[in-house]
Structure formats: structure tokens, C-alpha cells
């Protein structure tokens, strides 16, 4: 069961990185969000006025912060469960202030909210096995 919960969650983890950097990256380079399809006028109810703030977020914490914690967990390391938990709330948090900021316009945003309560589940459990084997 505890290699089942490992292969998951650092899929799961890989996942929400392959699509962070990216975009993240993208806001980054063009803080307008012109090369996403976006544009500032999105902003006007948050606190940012361009996607640079938004981007270094979303690139380093649910990109780069991610991709480590799914490579740590797909190698089997017993206290990935602490990050996951924490990169989970994260990933909860960046979709609160994303709907708050821009209102709720994408399907991904509830599938992402759900994405980071499946990897806060995950590693809880995975906390409760590692405690129970050793």
C-alpha cells in the first residue's frame, strides 16, 4: 500500500509541476498575460497589476517546489508526507486567490482545488502507514 501511495502522489505532484512551470514561466516572460490569453483587465478586482507576481508563484511554488517533492516521493523517501501536505495547502491557496482575484471562469480550477485536497489525503495516509511500519 505504501508504494501504491507514493506512485500516486508523486504523479500527482509531476502533474500539477508540468503544468505550473509552464505557465508560470509564461507570466513571467510577458506579465501583460497576452501569451496565455489573458489580459490585466483580469486583475482589476486583486491585488496585483500584472501576472509577474502570479507567475514567480506559480512557477516556483506548484512548478519547481512540486517537481522536487514528486521526485523525492517517486524515490521513496518516508517524510515526503510533510511537503505534500504543505505543497497541497499551497495549491489550495492558489486557487482560493485565483477565483477571488479573477472569479471562478475555468473547469481547471475546481479540478485543481480537488487536486490538492486529493494530495493532502494522500499524504495524511501515507503519514499514518509510514507511522504504522516503523
Excluded: C
Excluded at 500500500?1 to 509564461?26: D, E, H, S, T, W
Amino acid at each position: 500500500m505504501k508504494k501504491r501511495i507514493n506512485l500516486i502522489l508523486g504523479i500527482i505532484q509531476i502533474f500539477v509541476a508540468a503544468g505550473a512551470l509552464p505557465a508560470g514561466y509564461a507570466m513571467m516572460a510577458d506579465p501583460s498575460g497576452e501569451g496565455l490569453g489573458m489580459t490585466t483587465e483580469m486583475l482589476t478586482h486583486s491585488p496585483f497589476g500584472s501576472f509577474l507576481i502570479p507567475g514567480i508563484f506559480l512557477f516556483t511554488v506548484n512548478g519547481l517546489l512540486q517537481l522536487i517533492a514528486g521526485i523525492l516521493t517517486l524515490k521513496r523517501r518516508n517524510y515526503m508526507w510533510l511537503p505534500g501536505i504543505g505543497l497541497g495547502i499551497a495549491l489550495l491557496i492558489w486557487i482560493i486567490v485565483q477565483v477571488l482575484s479573477i472569479g471562478l471562469n475555468s473547469v481547471l480550477q475546481p479540478v485543481y482545488f480537488g487536486i490538492g485536497l486529493i494530495e493532502i489525503a494522500l499524504s495524511l495516509l501515507y503519514r499514518k502507514v509510514v507511522n504504522r511500519s516503523a
